[in-house]
């Protein structure tokens, strides 16, 4: 059975849900506080598993040389088009995020919003950081951004109300932790004209601690945890698990 991750119709389908209009426009601002907290403003940036270009595009605007890696065609393509409406010119990959390495090529190499960890096997996540390690030079960052385990649990139960998006439909989110709170199973029921889509997708979950063991384990020798890419501490009440490493 295929990967869910490798599914081209899953992304088409659930782009207009997953990539609002409101997540581009906030982009602009995550990407300054992204700079300021990497200590990064300048130089080569690796955006890993870059789907339609959120991050990627106001990096480029920021003035730095992008180098976008997705294993989506579907994706690649609409990152591309945005690129084209911005006038930035951005180097677009197609590769499996395990796969991709460019020895010491980039100041700075980042993985958000939730887009590490797709893999059963932990051996997989350890490749990727691995070759995301080996792709900055030496005075290098990383940052990752994702759900963390602690934040996850806070807002249990997950099983949460209807939220109405622009054209009027309906979107349920459900989570299921299985596998000794290892694994998020996601399901999203979007409800449109007295039609229901279904989509299905699961990925790990790290805490803080298991996440800087991670980073440190795949060679960073410097792992920062925060609540969030402004820098928050991760504590209590802490929305997102943000890491960044160096070497």
Known sequence: MADWFTDEGFWADIYPVMFSPESFEGAHEEVLKLLELSGVSSGRVLDLCCGPGRHAVPLARAGLQVTGVDLSDYLLRKASERADEAKVAIDWVR?????????????LAVNLATSFGFFPAQADDMKVLKNMVESIHDDGVIVLDMVGKEALAERLPLNRQPTQERDGSLLIQRVEIHDDW????????LIRDREVQRFHFEHTLYSGRELRELMSWAGLSRVELYGGLDGRPYGPGALRLVAVGRK
């Not at 796969?99 to 090529?105: D, I, L, N, T």
């Not at 290892?182 to 399901?187: H, L, N, P, T, V």
Request: avoid cysteine; proline fraction near 5%.
């Open 95 to 107: 590769k499996d995020m395990r796969e991709f390495v460019e020895p010491g090529a980039f100041d």
């Open 182 to 189: 290892g694994r998020a199973r996601s399901e999203w029921l």
